[in-house]
């Protein structure tokens, strides 16, 4: 089943575990990771340009990296198979790194408009409440405490990119006892993050990073939509199909191509003939061109819009290996 994981999502899956698991031995050892790689607070004198990219692979706990891998696997998948790898990561980091940006931005908000902060120097003290009690903080300490972690800003960015691909495909919302079209899931869950920026304040979730990624991943979209001639429109995303492309030829490490391959009398030998080159890539362009013109119709009306027969040769392209 692993192996079947497209190689861009199964490689985040691994360093997110695997960072997971250094922070946790590290933190045994008094070696904060989340405080080198988390994001601060632009202001904060923790605060790095890398940190955009880092705070994507770490999280707070089982948890939070638990239901962000599962909705990077099951949504993930299906959109780099139908993007190829290239464009996949390349949303995938844009929009983790504008999640980071909003999240930037909504608390520079907060900073700037809390006139005790802005008339304190970084080494006066402010006293805060927290859940063991009021203490004492320099102004300093107190914002490097602002840290933003987590891979959720780019996963709801999948979760979008996923629904703009398949609006009516149905899926299960827990604990929904009917599937609902994957449009209206998208905006269920924007809604809920909406909802609670707005009435969760405190609530250690950042829900606008969430809502950042959703926005970008939109911005994105819209754009490739309108220039379809860029290299990433999904039209000619073609790295996905040409990984289920015809594999079934024996393998060999004598052969120059290391194939077995059949000519016209019967007879079974090493390395294919120029005939058999062309009828092959011949028929692989007939197979790609039929998927390329599925994949267009379902960018421009959605899965439901598909025939029977278009359906299933989707389903036969994602097969053949």
Not at 149 to 158: F, K, N, P, T
Request: glycine letters at 10%; charged letters at 20%.
């Amino acid at each position: 089943m692993f192996s079947n994981i497209p190689t861009v999502t199964k490689n985040l899956l691994i360093i997110n575990v695997l960072t997971f698991i250094a922070a946790w031995i590290l933190g045994g050892m008094g070696i904060s990771l989340e405080k080198l790689g988390g994001l601060h607070f632009f202001m904060a004198t923790d605060f790095h340009l890398y940190q955009f990219v880092t705070y994507q692979f770490l999280h707070g706990g089982f948890t939070h990296l638990f239901f962000n891998m599962f909705a990077l696997w099951m949504f993930g998948c299906v959109i780099e198979n139908v993007w190829g790898p290239k464009k996949f990561i390349f949303y995938y980091i844009l929009c983790g790194v504008g999640a980071g940006l909003c999240q930037e931005l909504v608390q520079a908000v907060e900073y700037f408009t809390d006139s005790q902060l802005t008339s304190l120097q970084l080494t006066d003290y402010i006293r805060v409440q927290t859940s063991q009690g009021v203490e004492m903080y320099t102004v300093q300490e107190y914002l490097n405490n602002w840290l933003t972690i987590g891979a959720s800003g780019a996963v709801y960015a999948i979760l979008l990119a996923f629904g703009m691909t398949f609006p009516n495909e149905r899926i299960f919302i827990f604990p929904l006892p009917v599937p609902i079209k994957a449009k209206w899931f998208v905006c269920i869950y924007a809604a809920i993050e909406l909802f609670s920026a707005l009435s969760s304040v405190g609530d250690g979730v950042a829900h606008m990073a969430h809502l950042g990624g959703m926005l970008f991943g939109f911005a994105l979209i819209t754009y490739w939509r309108k220039h379809p001639g860029s290299s990433f429109d999904l039209g000619r995303g073609r790295q996905f199909f040409d990984r289920w492309g015809d594999k079934r030829k024996l393998k060999n490490p004598d052969s120059p191509n290391g194939s077995w391959t059949s000519n016209s009398t019967g007879y079974s030998g090493y390395g294919p003939t120029r005939q058999d080159d062309m009828e092959y890539n011949a028929r692989k362009k007939a197979r790609q061109d039929e998927v390329d013109h599925i994949l267009d119709k379902i960018r421009k009306s959605g899965y439901d819009s598909l025939t029977k027969e278009e359906k299933q040769r989707l389903f036969e392209a994602s097969r053949e290996k």
